[in-house]
């Protein structure tokens, strides 16, 4: 398995822009994890979903943030408009199933926002 | 406030010796603890696990040790090698969490040749 693929790997937007991070997990798992990393509160959890269903939307900034999972094989998550401090580095993840830990990490998205 | 806490940014040690990543935690909900390990441009990965009805758990070089009573996690590398420098980051996840993880903010390990 080619393992979480995320895309694009950089993004270098101008505030007031509309961003796009995709996200495609493993084949056969069923919950899909969306993470932010930034040197100040290091990796937080924005948003999950398990069987396409959003569980748990808590840790979204902002109205300016929204996430979608219209399928099991593709996810997105949306910024608009986008702010310098979005920067940072978006992580997907997806897991077996609800419950189950072991967390399998894409690459990751570097978001620039000038 | 954080719930996992990794008070160490960085350690580096001498190859061939001993790792000691630490990890505190502050909810006595937490019952499953992980470690995972990040490479530059890289997504975290998984590396050791360990439940709260445990106190140890071994997987090849790689040790972590809980402390229940002090709310403590430690992860040991012996031998350490150059290619285990990576970031660490602790997290931990409890009852009704789903899955859920909360993440330390992470140590950068360096193991110097």
């Known amino acids: 398995d080619a393992g979480v693929i995320q895309s694009p790997r950089h993004e270098v937007t101008e505030m007031g822009q509309e961003v796009t991070l995709r996200c495609k997990p493993i084949?056969?798992?069923?919950?899909l994890f969306w993470y932010r990393q930034t040197m100040m509160r290091g990796l937080e959890l924005l948003i999950y979903?398990?069987?396409?269903?959003?569980?748990?939307d808590s840790g979204m900034p902002e109205d300016r943030f929204s996430a979608k999972m219209p399928n099991a094989s593709f996810s997105t998550l949306k910024i608009q408009p986008s702010e310098p401090r979005d920067s940072a580095v978006y992580f997907c993840?997806?897991?077996?199933?609800?419950?189950?830990?072991?967390?399998?990490f894409g690459s990751g998205t570097q978001l620039s926002v000038l | 406030d954080q719930q996992v806490k990794q008070n160490s940014p960085s350690l580096s040690v001498q190859e061939g010796r001993i790792s000691i990543l630490n990890c505190d935690y502050t909810?006595?909900?937490?019952?499953?603890f992980l470690w995972y390990k990040k490479y530059p441009a890289e997504g975290p990965t998984f590396l050791i696990s360990?439940?709260?009805?445990?106190d140890k758990n071994e997987d090849g070089r790689f040790t972590v040790f809980l402390n229940k009573s002090a709310k403590h996690l430690s992860l040991h590398i012996v031998p350490s090698q150059p290619g285990d420098s990576a970031v660490y980051f602790c997290?931990?996840?409890?009852?009704?969490?789903?899955?859920?993880?909360?993440f330390g903010k992470g140590t950068k390990l360096s193991v110097k040749p």
């Open positions: 993840a997806s897991s077996l199933a609800q419950g189950d830990e072991k967390l399998f």
């Open positions: 084949s056969g798992h069923n919950s």
């Open positions: 979903f398990n069987n396409n269903v959003p569980i748990d």
């Open positions: 909810n006595s909900m937490f019952d499953y």
């Open positions: 360990i439940s709260s009805i445990k």
């Open positions: 997290a931990a996840s409890g009852l009704g969490s789903q899955g859920n993880l909360i």
